[in-house]
């Protein structure tokens, strides 16, 4: 069984995806969602899927290694990072070689890095009058939105676009693309 640990943020609608894509399974599941933002929506939504769900602070990533110890205690295999705002610290990269997945809301390399999550992508990108958009899944490495493209998928973006409608598509995009580039990327490191 390979088990997987979802870092997030903020609301939680990719890692609730990604629970349901995967629930029932008998070779991968959820074991853990992670959140650092106390109040976070994410931690409501792993109640009611069910997965155990721990806050962490700043101090816990980044200077006594409480997070890593935890996804051990979990046995985690992959690290998923689902509206993650924080950089990962270089001894979770150590620990998961090749193995934490992140999503951006836009077509890397362009519209990435640091403070560029969410609706400043999409701000960004309407400002600028982009003909399209999308998302990219990617491996991480020690920078912002750098990393092994595995998947990109393009929408188009309208004249009229704003930043509200352009959120919309890329939610679709996410939703249809992410799991399923998970369960893939996963099989085929077997």
Not at 11 to 18: D, F, K, L, P, Y
Not at 140 to 160: E, N
């Amino acid at each position: 069984m390979t088990r997987l640990a979802i870092l997030g943020s903020g609301n939680g609608t990719n890692a609730q995806q990604i629970t349901e894509y995967f629930a029932g399974r008998n070779d991968v599941e959820v074991a853990c969602i992670i959140y650092n933002v106390r109040d976070a929506f994410i931690a409501e939504r792993a109640r009611r899927l069910g997965v155990e769900a721990r806050y962490f602070g700043r101090k816990d990533f980044y200077e006594t290694g409480v997070v890593l110890d935890y996804m051990k205690e979990r046995n985690v295999d992959w690290v998923i990072l689902a509206g993650f705002l924080w950089l990962v610290p270089e001894e979770m990269l150590r620990a998961y070689p090749a193995r934490i997945i992140n999503i951006h809301p836009a077509l890397l390399p362009a519209y990435g890095g640091k403070g560029m999550y969410g609706h400043h992508v999409h701000e960004a990108v309407v400002a600028n009058h982009e003909k399209e958009s999308g998302i990219t899944i990617h491996l991480i490495d020690s920078q912002y939105d750098r990393g092994t493209t595995l998947f990109q998928a393009r929408c188009a973006v309208s004249p009229d676009e704003t930043p509200d409608s352009l959120a919309a598509k890329i939610h679709l995009l996410e939703k249809e693309h992410f799991p399923r580039v998970i369960d893939e990327t996963i099989k085929a490191s077997k």
